[in-house]
Structures are given as C-alpha cells and as structure tokens.
C-alpha cells in the first residue's frame, strides 16, 4: 500500500530564456554572474544555471515563471542602454511582487538627458508622481529624503522649459533657518540666501548646462529664491517648485498657493517627518492634505521609504525611524490613556468624598 506524501511540494520545472549576444547575457546576469546569486536568494528553491547562449531557470513552477519575466524585463533595460546594477535588479523585483505589468518600461522612460546621464523614475511611486505631474496643475509630492521628489520634479521642470511650455522656472525654498529673518546674518543678501537655496543650484548642474544657467537667471528664465520673495505676485505661464514644504506655516503655504497663474504649473514637496519651525507654529504641508483633499486638478502623490534611491542604507534608515515613530506613539497614546483614567478617578473620589460617600481605597 502506497502513503501519500502529508507534505505538498510544489511542482519543479526547468525553462530555459535566450539572450541574444555574450554582451546582453553579460549585462543582466552581471559580473561573475553577481545577479544570479541576488536572484537565486530571492527566490528559495530556484536555480540559474549558464549554459551558453541561454540560461537555464529551474525551482517551483510560480518560482520559474517570474524569473524568466524578470530576466525578459532586464534585457529591455539593458536594450534601453540601462546598467542592469544589483540596485536595479533588486528594484525590478520589489515592483515585479507589487504586480506592476511591465515594470522595465516603466522606469525606462527618460525625462532628461544632459551630458551622458538619463533621469528617470525608478520605482512604482517615482512612474506615478511623474505622470500625475503631467496630468495636473498642482502636485504634492510627499515622502522621506532620498525619494526624488525634488529631484524629479525640476526634472519635469527644465523639460517644460525646453520644450517652451513655460516661459520661465521658478524654484524656492523656505529659509527657515535664519527664520526668514536674514538681515541678522553676516553678507550681502546673496550671500545671507545662498546656503538655503545651494541644493536647488546643486540640482541644476546635474541637468543643464552649467554655463547657461548664469545667463537664463540673468534674464529671468530661471529663478532660485526664497519663499518670502513670493509674496504679492502672479506667476504666469511658469513651472515652480516649492521644496522644503514641510517647513511653511499655515499662512505661508495660503500664500504661496494663491501666486498661481494662468499657463503655470506648481509641484510642492517635502517631507513631514523633518520640520524644522520655530515656535511651535503648524507645518502648512502637514494639513494642507486634509485642506484640498478631492479638489480637481490638485493630486497628492506619497513616496514611502522603498522609493528611496540613494545609498541602500537611506532605505532602512527611514524604515527604522518609521517603526521608532510608531511604538513611541503606541507608549504615549498608553501614557495619555492611564493618565485620563487616573484623573477619572481622583474626579470621582472627589465627588463621593463631598456627598460623604467613604471610598474604599482597595483598587
């Protein structure tokens, strides 16, 4: 008499997936075949094995099927003259288990191209920010450092400049701080703005030319200031960034909201775990979602901490202070609750001591 095994194993296949030349096999599979060992640890029970021109993919059947369309999206990127890094492989399949189609196309797509560097969406959330930031007038973009928000933004923004949607680009920043009170710091108000404003210039290197910029700021084409600088104009027929949103007030984010003019474009970022404002004042960026939620032509675009694009590290860090944020409020929620609970109480002994009722302290 046969048993039945009481453990399901999942049915093991081997597929095999061609490339076409040594070279595009040597891009995906990645130096000393380094993405195969990411690949084969991402998926337990898989293996790749390099057989000439063809790889040979053998695990679970599920297992396989998603190899072989995550190796078919790293020759698109590779034909789409994208290196196929270890951070890229590992960013395909994070967007892959999120059930994005085609995540290679989605990532391939260039904003600008200036001086040999592509930039690009390179997550889920980076795709969507850019394309709400073509389909609407006024845009936050929202989340963590590193998630390029700002980034993407002015690269959408010297895209419209370039191809004469805009007359002019507007960048600003709150100066928060010097608390926009400049005149107590030392140099000319140049040099009392500069350091506010340095990673703004910083961004436009890496997109322009950087001997142009002089010459378009000089004529008004280009405008790096600070928020207050704002105040009592109509932008028309411009694309503008407010960065830094998160270190507005109330007020000035009313202020900078209503400087919308005909023909122009606002992208607002920031980050609302980073607020730097003095005194205690509300971030105009933290309730300016509850403000303009559902409001036609305005979209709130969320980056999470797996958008983040810089060091691997960023990533867990911000991972890291979201879960630190969380039980620290889980324990203060707990605090305030047996706080209300034992003022209740000396409430109520109170009242019974005054109706001369004997309270029993034996709780």
Known sequence: MTTASATHRPLTVARTFSFRSVEEMVAVLGPHDGNITLIEQAFPGLAIRPKGLDAVVTGPS????TTVRLLGELVQLVQNDTQVTTEVVTRIMG?????????AAAISHNILSSRGKNIRPKTINQKSYVD??????????IGPAGTGKTYLAMAKAVQALQAKEVNRIILTRPA???????????GSLHEKIDPYLRPLYDALHDMMDPESIPRLMEA?????APLAYMRGRTLNDAFIVLDEAQNTTVEQMKMFLTRLGFGSKMVITGDVTQIDLPGGHASGLKQIR???EGVEDIHFSLLQAEDVVRHSLVSDIVSAYDRWDETKSNIDRRKTRKVKRQTIEAAAEKLLEKSGIEVSKDH
């Not at 928060?176 to 030392?186: H, S």
């Open 290 to 292: 509850q403000i303009l």
């Open 62 to 65: 599920e297992t396989v099927g």
């Open 176 to 186: 928060v701080e010097a608390g926009e009170r400049l005149g107590f710091l030392p």
């Open 95 to 103: 967007m892959m288990t999120a059930t994005l189609a085609h995540p």
């Open 132 to 141: 709400a930031i073509d389909a609407n007038t006024v845009i936050f973009g």
């Open 220 to 224: 008004g084409t280009i405008e790096v």
